[in-house]
């Protein structure tokens, strides 16, 4: 489509799961042709990742997870342990840009379709690898999934309640897999920017593992700096206080409220009418307040159960702090910024319907991203 950021770019797509589609899912939204490349034999994952009914015919093409992270893109089937199909392959590359694949390291050599082969067929060909663990390193070859990647990032030992253990995003959100698929994009923008200068491809190694571990930077300096191990804190701030989420009017309802000044805490009594808060010795500044952040919740509780969430934000944005409702899916779907803003998509696909899907980001104003195609059926 004429307009979009990356008109022109060809993606070969190998990837499976969340981290590497998700990288591609983003080329895609800007523009770029993604054809997926999946095998009869052993389709893309996330196919079969959410609860389904499989005894229902097509239940391989219903995934949320699937569907979700694979729209603007087209497929192909190959059983690339195949030389016909190994053959196919590597015509697609000789007409490629891009080849993305976020395989265990030994996969695509045992294909005979390791950078150095493709780089034979096309010289201008960028490939990036997402293993778990990296290309290199003893672990090379371990299986990496969100769980284990995001615990050998030193980022679960920050996250949990105070009094119990490691956090484990893996289980609802794998929070390692969005943070290396938006690392994965970025590289791949760098190097298609340096081969636009020099004509020539190259290779990046992308450790989903070390894609984490970058975002725990201030963790690792203050152990380094100050020899201070950070430990869980539960919905609580080093810094700020008070810092949380506060039960609110209404069935699981809750606001999140997080002040960083002396300035927003006196804004903050004056809007819920609580002067005396000013007064009180415990909370005169902010290391008062982390200090009694106990008795400073429950006071701050016992005000917003009464209150409904919306309300609550809306009363003390206009004061200047910060606060905003806790929303579930179904409440995000009826969020009135989102809604303003047109950011959610709804997209048609046979199989499942028309759905609403996180829309086009960034909103760019001269090229613009786009929903052309619904996830691919496989083949």
């Known amino acids: 489509m004429a307009g979009l950021a990356l008109e022109g770019i060809r993606v070969i797509d190998c990837t499976t799961a969340w981290a590497g589609p998700l990288a591609t899912h983003i080329l895609g939204d800007m523009g ?47 059983d690339l342990t195949r030389k016909p199909a190994a053959e196919l392959f590597k015509r697609l590359v000789k007409i490629g840009d891009l080849v993305v694949e976020n395989y265990t ?19 201008g060909i960028v490939m990036v690898s997402m293993p778990g663990w990296g290309m290199t390193g003893p672990w090379r070859d371990y299986a990496g999934f969100a769980a284990s990647v995001e615990q050998m990032s030193g980022m679960p030992q920050l996250l949990g309640y105070l009094d119990g253990g490691p956090l484990m995003h893996g289980v609802g959100l794998a929070l390692g897999d969005p943070i290396a698929g938006l690392y994965g994009a970025f590289a791949i923008l760098g190097a298609l920017r340096r081969r636009r200068r020099t004509g020539q491809g190259q290779y990046v190694d992308l450790s989903q593992n070390e894609a984490v571990s970058c975002v725990i930077g201030d963790a690792m300096m203050d152990h380094t700096l100050n020899r201070r191990v950070q430990g869980r804190r539960g919905n609580r701030h080093p810094f700020m206080a008070p810092h949380g989420c506060y039960r609110c009017l209404g069935q699981d309802s809750y606001v999140a409220i997080a002040i960083a000044s002396d300035k927003e805490w006196e804004s903050f009594c004056r809007a819920l009418g609580e002067q005396a808060w000013l007064q009180d010795a415990r909370f005169l500044d902010v290391m008062g307040r982390l200090a009694n952040q106990d008795e400073l919740d429950r006071l701050i509780e016992a005000w917003t159960i009464g209150h409904g969430d919306y309300e609550v934000m809306h009363l003390l944005q206009g004061a200047g702090v910060a606060a905003g409702p806790v929303l579930s899916p179904p409440a995000m779907l009826e969020e009135p910024n989102l809604k303003e803003r047109g950011f959610w998509e709804w997209i048609d696909r046979a199989e499942v319907g028309r759905r609403p899907y996180p829309g086009i980001l960034p909103k760019m104003s001269k090229t613009p991203g786009t929903v052309r195609l619904p996830a691919p059926t496989i083949g």
């Open 105 to 123: 390291p030994r996969v695509m050599a045992n294909f005979g379709l390791g950078y150095p082969a493709l780089m034979e067929i096309n010289p």
């Open 32 to 78: 770029a042709e993604i054809i997926k490349v999946e095998s009869i034999q052993r389709v893309d994952s996330w196919r079969t990742a959410s609860p389904l009914r499989v005894n229902e015919d097509g239940w391989w093409e219903r995934s949320p997870n699937f569907n979700a992270v694979n729209r603007n893109k087209i497929s192909v089937t190959l």
